[in-house]
């Protein structure tokens, strides 16, 4: 999958750097980067937290559809 890589996308989209996306989530910005370096993978809670804040489906950052 290229969850991190659409995570990576969606941020630069908004203009967002790891840190503003961390603090918004309560997480440090390595942790942030290890989720979009593909190297941690997301629990259900999260991608939830995540569809929310970019406001997309929990299917598009999953990569089962594009954005």
Known sequence: MK???N??????YK???Q???AKVL???RQAYC????DQRELSLEMLCKLADFYEES???ILGRKQY
């Open 7 to 12: 995570l990576k996308e969606l941020r630069n």
């Open 19 to 21: 840190d503003d996306v």
């Open 58 to 60: 929990t299917d598009n």
């Open 3 to 5: 969850i991190g890589k």
């Open 26 to 28: 309560n997480i440090s």
């Open 34 to 37: 290890r989720y979009e370096n």
């Open 15 to 17: 203009n967002l750097t």
